[in-house]
């Protein structure tokens, strides 16, 4: 992703992101000390679990921005609204790992389970896997209070950051419930492809692309004709970014993703992916994947699953959605009254977040 478009360096800018999140946590843990060790501990995770990553939704914010205002008066305090996204993020991260009972996250192990284990390790009393739950819950909570946080006081006055705060709200409101809307389905075992196309859009997409471009846009005081033109880029490519991620989560390499070998179908995620090859397999392929859905699977178990997939076409048929929506999203670009240099990295960050492979 370096070099994604005119002057502007990808992986300087993760840089002055984790800079700027660095800087936040350094505050909140100056804060927080006089509540002591276990305080610190917390603390600890949050820096493990803001570290790292594509900073894909700080660079929509940032490049949203850019494109209503190429040249802010406050660079780092844009930088730092940001930074407000990836605490947004990670929170969603620390919960979704406990909710779908993930064991790993970027090759570590999830907040509630190192927090389990350094319940049982110390010989404590109650439940490991309670405490390492609580702990997760409570640092998500912490997380994404923090993100409003850092949003409200980026540096930016306070009538700027006003509609961006409006966005916010509706983001996190999107997020919440599309999470609450994955885990149903789940609970249910049964997803057709609308259905599953609604949960990517609200859980992952909105909040991933379209909602981040938003919010920079109105921070830079954007117009609603502005936030249209952005939202037709936007949704479409979130959406193809999200279904690039269900293909990782069933063929993606556990060496690259940091998570175990088909964990989405370990996971139980009922994804378009699934709902497609769920569709269009044999009867007895079919019936073995729906019944395998969210339980523990062998490394052999995965693989014959990731056969029947894989026979079926689905895999064939998102990465031709992908595309579409790829297509729609630079179309709508072109078309969008924005900064000319800030149009050409949104078209080489459209790329990146689409063609990853991890």
Do not use: N
């Not at 800087?23 to 305080?39: I, K």
């Not at 846009?217 to 269900?246: M, N, V």
Request: aromatic share 6%.
């Amino acid at each position: 992703m370096t070099g994604s478009g005119v002057g502007w360096d990808d992986v300087e800018f993760r840089a002055r992101v984790q800079t700027s999140l660095d800087e936040f946590l350094r505050g909140q843990s100056a804060r927080l000390a006089p509540l002591g060790h276990d305080a610190a501990r917390l603390l600890g995770e949050a820096v493990a679990a803001v570290s790292g990553g594509k900073r894909f939704r700080a660079a929509f914010c940032y490049w949203g921005h850019h494109a209503v205002s190429p040249e802010p008066a406050d660079e780092p305090a844009v930088l730092r609204a940001c930074a407000a996204l990836e605490l947004l993020h990670a929170s969603a991260l620390v919960h979704d790992d406990y909710m779908d009972a993930s064991d790993t996250r970027r090759g570590r192990p999830a907040t509630h389970r190192k927090l389990a284990d350094e319940h049982r390790a110390a010989g404590w009393r109650g439940d490991p896997e309670q405490y390492g739950a609580a702990a997760a819950i409570l640092l998500g909570d912490l997380l994404l209070s923090w993100a409003d946080e850092l949003l409200r006081h980026c540096g930016l006055p306070l009538e700027q950051v006003a509609p961006a705060l409006d966005v916010f709200d509706l983001c996190r409101s999107e997020v919440i419930t599309g999470q609450f809307l994955d885990v149903s389905v789940q609970a249910r075992g049964r997803a057709d492809v609308e259905t599953a196309m609604t949960v990517l859009r609200y859980k992952s997409a909105k909040y991933s692309v379209e909602r981040p471009l938003h919010i920079g846009a109105a921070l830079a005081g954007a117009s609603p004709q502005t936030i249209a033109e952005l939202s037709a880029f936007g949704l479409p490519l979130g959406e193809a970014f999200q279904l690039r991620d269900d293909l990782l989560g069933v063929f993606g390499d556990p060496k690259t993703t940091g998570k175990p070998a088909g964990d989405d179908l370990i996971e139980g995620k009922r994804t378009v992916l699934v709902a497609l090859a769920l569709d269009a397999a044999t009867p007895e392929g079919a019936a073995l994947l729906d019944r395998s859905l969210g339980r523990p699977l062998s490394v052999a178990e995965v693989e014959k699953l990731r056969g029947i997939i894989d026979e079926s076409g689905a895999p064939e048929q998102v990465e031709a959605v992908i595309g579409e929506l790829v297509s729609l999203a630079v179309a709508a670009l072109d078309r969008a009254e924005l900064d000319a240099a800030a149009r050409e990295v949104l078209r080489g960050l459209a790329s990146a977040a689409t063609q990853r492979v991890l």
